[in-house]
C-alpha cells in the first residue's frame, strides 16, 4: 500500500513546473502515438516512487551529481522495461534535479490524458467491504453516468 507521507504536496512554482513537464511530455507522447505505452509506464513508475523511500531520498539527495541522478533514472527504467520516451524522458527530469516533483508531473500528465479524453474520476467508499459483484454493480452505474 502506498505510504500517503511520502507523497509531498507540490504547490507554486512547482506545481507550474510539474504541469510544465508533464505538458511536453504529453506532447511528445502525443506526437510519437505513444500515450498508451508512456501512461502504462508513468502509471507502473508512480507506484514505484510511493512505494519506494530509497527513492525519495535518492531524490532529495543534494550530493548527488547530475549524473549519478541519471543513472539512477536509467536503472530504474531499463529495470522496469518503460518505453524508450518515458525512458528518455525520466533522464531529463533527473539531469535537471526535478525528481522531487515527478509525482506532481505524473499526476499532470493523467490528468490532463483523462480531460482530453472526457474521462472523470469517482472515489468510492464504503462503510464495509463490497463484494464483487456490488463493485462491478457501482462500476457499472459509474459508466453510465
Known sequence: MPNPTLTPI????????????????????????????????????RILIQESHEFHIIAAHPRLTRKQLVIAAQSITTTAKFNKLTGHFFAVVAQ??????????????????????????????????????????IALKLREL
Open 10 to 45: 507540490v504547490s507554486g512554482d512547482a506545481a507550474t513546473l510539474a504541469r510544465r513537464y508533464a505538458e511536453a511530455l504529453y506532447s511528445l507522447a502525443e506526437d510519437q502515438k505513444q500515450l498508451d505505452a508512456v501512461t502504462a509506464d508513468l502509471r507502473a513508475l
Open 96 to 137: 535537471h534535479r526535478r525528481l522531487n516533483i515527478i509525482g506532481a508531473i505524473i499526476d499532470s500528465f493523467l490528468s490532463k490524458l483523462a480531460a482530453e479524453r472526457g474521462e472523470h474520476t469517482a472515489d468510492v467508499r464504503s462503510a464495509f467491504p463490497l463484494t464483487q459483484t456490488q463493485q462491478e454493480q
